[in-house]
């Protein structure tokens, strides 16, 4: 057996001796042990819905901390792929610069310069 399994036994252990005393605390106070008996069913389906609605919650936890994460992580990937993108854009850019430069310095104006201006 689980330890979850251990968990939701000792719970409803402790439920039924809630209930227990419930029942005998209402039967000292003088109500009838038949109208008793005819509550105890609707006690169990509310504690059965009880332990639904906890189950629900806590499944909707699980996803809410499962979805941020993978929304977390999403965005991150992201944020990393736009990071390379301005990357490779500025190597070019700088690239471009370079050929630029490199072309200014051997363009026809630089031809001129040297034959006509001895340095």
Do not use: W
Not at 19 to 45: H, M, N, T, W
Not at 54 to 77: C, G, P, T, Y
Not at 93 to 105: L, T, V
Request: proline share 3%.
């Amino acid at each position: 057996m689980g330890s979850n399994a251990l968990e939701q036994l000792k719970r409803e252990t402790k439920d039924d001796a809630k209930l227990y005393s419930c029942i005998k605390e209402l039967y000292e106070q003088g109500v009838p042990f038949s109208e008793l008996k005819a509550l105890i069913p609707d006690i169990r389906r509310t504690r059965e819905q009880l332990h639904i609605k906890r189950m629900l919650e806590n499944n909707n936890e699980v996803l809410l901390s499962m979805i941020s994460k993978e929304m977390s992580f999403l965005l991150d990937a992201k944020e990393r792929q736009e990071e390379e993108e301005f990357r490779k854009l500025d190597q070019l850019i700088r690239q471009q610069q370079s050929f630029r430069k490199s072309a200014a310095g051997t363009g026809p104006v630089e031809k001129l310069k040297k034959l006509f201006l001895p340095a």
